[in-house]
């Protein structure tokens, strides 16, 4: 068997500097949004892990992948940061932003339990239950349970996607009529 090697280029090394975050474009129509919780996790996060990540532009600075950090430093006074540029199209940039943003893993539930019990286990609750809460997850009942807390009480949910905004409307009113307990989430 023959193997053939191609070496990727690395240019988080080579090409990332430290720019000013409020000097950045921000790409209109963003369909990526974080809720309030959402936000004070990843400021947490980087308060305690700093920049794992740069922010990803083009070369004139228009962002691909990063905005929701950009936002949550400058919100913090926080106004530097590390900045990839990249010679990207219009379209190459948003397909960029499109793949950084949803080509992830599927969790297995069962494989997430098994950790989830692993951080419990090793200090971290409090910031497991908080992180849970951000992503509108609840924190498994042994867990709760074990702490001898009910921090999160048990509820079930449903999402309903909508094409639009006027549909999105009429199913809450409908919901909201027939007695549901009912609020609008845009993701």
């Not at 280029?9 to 950045?24: F, M, Y």
Request: a negative charge.
């Amino acid at each position: 068997m023959s193997e053939s090697k191609q070496t990727l280029e690395i240019p988080l090394i080579k090409d990332t500097k430290i720019e000013d975050l409020r000097l950045l474009k921000h790409h209109e129509g963003n369909p990526n949004r974080m809720t309030i919780k959402q936000k004070d996790q990843l400021w947490r996060s980087l308060q305690r892990y700093g920049w794992l990540w740069p922010i990803v532009t083009d070369s004139n600075g228009t962002v691909a992948d990063g905005e929701q950090r950009i936002d949550v430093c400058i919100a913090h006074s926080e106004f530097f940061g590390p900045v990839l540029r990249r010679p990207l199209t219009e379209a190459e940039r948003l397909l960029l932003g499109q793949k950084l943003n949803k080509l992830k893993g599927q969790h297995n539930k069962q494989a997430d339990q098994t950790e989830y019990g692993k951080i419990d286990s090793s200090g971290g609750h409090d910031d497991l239950a908080a992180f849970l809460d951000s992503i509108g997850e609840k924190l498994p009942r042994e867990l709760s349970e074990r702490s001898g807390s009910n921090m999160i009480p048990e509820s079930y949910e449903l999402i309903v996607e909508c094409k639009d905004e006027s549909e999105q409307k009429n199913r809450f009113q409908e919901l909201q009529a027939k007695g549901w307990k009912v609020k609008v989430l845009n993701l």
